[in-house]
């Protein structure tokens, strides 16, 4: 995809720095396409995409929130939210600009999002200290299985803990 080499790069640059969500998006982080409003879904709140992805992703079952960067307008990625449908084509009620917009995130199951989102009061998991002490080891420098459990069950996003990649591929 053009420009996903470009947050692929940063994502790495980032990463070599110990940046948690810069590891995991490289590792299971993924490139989507970016594709116009569907017909029936509405705009956003401007500058709320983590409510929106995460209001959206919780009303229709269809869909699945997904957690990245994105740029568009600006050369630098910046953090930004957005849901998939089934095909794994991009519904961003927050930019009106998705033609231009490149995409790069991890898609999670909506209940742990709602899960925070009731806890603490906050949208985004990428910035909450909360969600990343459930996520990420600090004593052995990996994710929990809390983490794999977040991750959503979407055809195109099906990824096994490690030690059960084996399996996965028998």
Known sequence: MENANGISAYLKAAARFGNVPAVLMTRHGKPYMPSMLPTGISRGKPQSCFMN???LAAERSDLTYVEGLAFSEYPVPVSH???IDRDGHVIDTTWPFVETARYFGIALKTAPVLALV?????YGLFDSPVFWSQ???LK???PTTFWFDALADHPSERIAPPGDQEKASA
Do not use: P, S
């Open 81 to 83: 939210a957005w849901c």
């Open 140 to 142: 052995n420098k990996a």
């Open 53 to 55: 992805a995460t209001l």
């Open 135 to 137: 996520a990420w080891d």
């Open 118 to 122: 009731r806890e603490k009061g906050v």
